[in-house]
T-cell receptor, first 114, second 111 residues
Framework: GAGVSQSPSNKVTEKGKDVELRCDPI?????LYWYRQSLGQGLEFLIY????????KSGLPSDRFSAERTGGSVSTLTIQRTQQEDSAVYLC????????????FGPGTRLTVL | GQNIDQPTEMTATEGAIVQINCTYQ??????LFWYQQHAGEAPTFLSY????GLEEKGRFSSFLSRSKGYSYLLLKELQMKDSASYLC????????????FGQGTELSVKP
């Protein structure tokens, strides 16, 4: 596609449920990043992929968060047993490679945990 | 640790010039990005500085001083559509290009 796409655009869930957020990067982009933007906060790094591997998972807030990437393309961010503090906009970005290439952001998934 | 500071809010007048400052204290600094984010939309790339000096791109310019840990984004001939949040972000060390963001500066352009 022309840009990074994410689905769903909005997700409302109940506390304790699991959610999956999907990211389709720009075709040919080898690097993929997940960020979180809470209300009134800056963007917070979660995890990045180079190809299918995730060298840096340091930003994941807890072991309830996990992510995978398959075929060097689509990535899924999974949040298990969601909590109200997980409510945020989850943004995905991709770039041609690592080493300070411009990152192109998707529109985000707005997650609301009731 | 990593710390990036920018003003929370700024207001300017249509047609004027505004400068948004960003200071950072990081280890292993690589480069600095500026992104623009309109409400409810994805951030979009504005500029990237890795060397000291001024990078000009149309109405927008970005400056970097590595020795001072300081950058600014300069917006000229302000238009109403420039009302947005401006995000300063740095990359550090061998960390795969992940962006470390400041809190963002909310710019309001008034007629």
């Amino acid at each position: 596609g022309a840009g990074v796409s994410q689905s769903p655009s909005n997700k409302v869930t109940e506390k304790g449920k699991d959610v999956e957020l999907r990211c389709d990067p720009i075709s040919g982009h080898t690097a993929l990043y997940w960020y979180r933007q809470s209300l009134g906060q800056g963007l917070e790094f979660l995890i990045y992929f180079q190809g299918n591997s995730a060298p840096d998972k340091s930003g994941l807030p807890s072991d309830r968060f996990s992510a995978e990437r398959t075929g060097g393309s689509v990535s899924t961010l999974t949040i298990q047993r969601t909590q109200q503090e997980d409510s945020a906009v989850y943004l995905c970005a991709s770039s041609r490679g690592l080493a300070d290439n411009e990152q192109f952001f998707g529109p985000g998934t707005r997650l609301t945990v009731l | 640790g990593q710390n990036i500071d920018q003003p929370t809010e700024m207001t300017a007048t249509e047609g004027a010039i505004v400068q948004i400052n960003c200071t950072y204290q990081t280890s292993g600094f690589n480069g600095l990005f500026w992104y623009q984010q309109h409400a409810g939309e994805a951030p979009t790339f504005l500029s990237y500085n890795v060397l000291d000096g001024l990078e000009e791109k149309g109405r927008f310019s970005s400056f970097l001083s590595r020795s001072k840990g300081y950058s600014y984004l300069l917006l000229k001939e302000l238009q109403m559509k420039d009302s947005a949040s401006y995000l300063c972000a740095v990359t550090v060390g061998n960390q795969g290009g992940k962006l470390i963001f400041g809190q963002g500066t909310e710019l309001s352009v008034k007629p």
